[in-house]
């Protein structure tokens, strides 16, 4: 499966926040690898094995999956009014997502492969 199969299996509902998601992904994420992993699409880094970013259709929510450790304790402030897992911050309304907190997540993670401060 590839990311635009996926992208047509998902509800209408959610869909255009998900494109949107992906735009953003691959916007922020230059020279990332787009694949699929554990059946959601995930972003690598070139010449890494573990991706980075991550995001999927739940049931109940949208989830964006944010692995850098750095990068979230950078943004501890601003993920806090959000419903955030360990790793994953989950949106219940796709009307809600907070696409400008993403980008500058994913900005960040860009960065911070780069030696850059987040």
Known sequence: MDVATYLA???DARREALVRVRELCLRELTGFE???AYG???Y???GETV???AWA???QYISFYLLRTDVR???A???AAHDMGKACLRFRNPAKVDFDLLRDLLRATARAGQGKAC
Do not use: C, H, S, T
Request: charged share 25%; no cysteine; proline share 12%.
């Open 9 to 11: 299996a998902v509800p």
């Open 77 to 79: 402030n601003r993920l």
């Open 44 to 46: 690598l880094r070139p």
């Open 34 to 36: 787009e694949y699929i």
């Open 57 to 59: 259709n739940q049931k």
């Open 40 to 42: 959601m699409p995930a």
């Open 73 to 75: 304790d950078a943004f």
């Open 51 to 53: 991706g980075e970013i």
